[in-house]
């Protein structure tokens, strides 16, 4: 048991460092709390905003967690493998599995993936 468990987190931490991030400086990042009953992969589009992908470095959104005293947050995955993670807040990153390794907060990023062009008219 202890062998598969230390495989999935293997696998997970291997998935992080294959991933492209969203933590960019135009990509305001922000913890959200779940509402009653509600699945942590749909805080953020009930908020109207994207899900927060995981990459390599995760500094900034341990450092978000930190900050919002929040132990752990629901994030996605980005790339062709797609996954659903928790990123703590000592860094760790592991498979999201409600039973055993659930949270009641998601990471979220307030930039729209398609964002309207402004124009002068």
Same mark, same amino acid.
């Given at each position: 048991m202890k062998l598969r468990a230390?495989? !999935?987190? !293997?696998?997970?931490?291997?998935?992080v460092v294959?991933?492209?991030?969203?933590?960019? !400086?135009?990509?305001?990042?922000v913890v959200l709390a779940a509402k009653a009953g509600e699945a942590p992969s749909a805080i953020c589009e009930t908020a109207g905003l994207k899900q927060a992908l995981v990459a390599q470095d995760t500094a900034e959104p341990v450092a978000l967690l930190q900050k919002e005293k929040v132990?752990?947050?629901?994030?996605?995955?980005?790339?062709?493998?797609?996954?659903?993670?928790?990123?703590?807040?000592?860094g760790m990153v592991t498979p999201y599995v409600q039973q055993i390794?659930?949270?009641d907060h998601?990471?979220?990023?307030? !930039?729209?993936?398609?964002?309207?062009a402004k124009t002068d008219n």
């Open positions: 230390f495989g !999935a987190v !293997a696998a997970a931490l291997g998935l294959a991933l492209s991030g969203t933590a960019h !400086a135009d990509h305001e990042m132990a752990s947050a629901f994030v996605g995955s980005a790339g062709e493998v797609k996954a659903d993670l928790v990123l703590r807040d000592n390794n659930d949270t998601a990471l979220c990023t307030k !930039a729209d993936a398609v964002t309207p």
